[in-house]
Nanobody, 115 residues
Framework: QVQLVESGGGLVQAGGSLRLSCAAS????????MGWYRQAPGKRRELVAV???????NYADSVKGRFTISRDNAKNTVYLQMNSLKPEDTAVYYC?????????WGQGTQVTVSS
């Protein structure tokens, strides 16, 4: 099992920045990739960014150039730096860890961007 604890959400004005953190514990050796998803009210959950165990990254087109995913292996933590935030970035952001046979999810953290 893998446990994920997110932090860093909040309320910010458009154009501002936030950094989300996701600390992993448990069977972290089984994790192949970690990422961030988000879900806005009335919408499906969507991929925001992912980073593999090899360090490769991928981003949704809507956040490219504004968001950066990174990780600190010593702390078993993944970060999402979000710059130039827009009202349409408002959502609950979920940390995800992909194991060989399982997906693990954090509890979610609310990000609200005011115009």
């Amino acid at each position: 099992q893998v446990q994920l604890v997110e932090s860093g959400g909040g309320l910010v004005q458009a154009g501002g920045s936030l950094r989300l953190s996701c600390a992993a514990s448990g069977s972290i050796f089984s994790i192949n990739a970690m990422g961030w998803y988000r879900q806005a009210p009335g919408k499906r959950r969507e991929l925001v960014a992912v980073i593999t165990s090899g360090g490769s990254t991928n981003y949704a087109d809507s956040v490219k150039g504004r968001f950066t995913i990174s990780r600190d292996n010593a702390k078993n933590t993944v970060y999402l730096q979000m710059n130039s935030l827009k009202p349409e970035d408002t959502a609950v952001y979920y940390c995800n860890a992909k194991g060989a046979a399982n997906d693990y999810w954090g509890q979610g953290t609310q990000v609200t961007v005011s115009s």
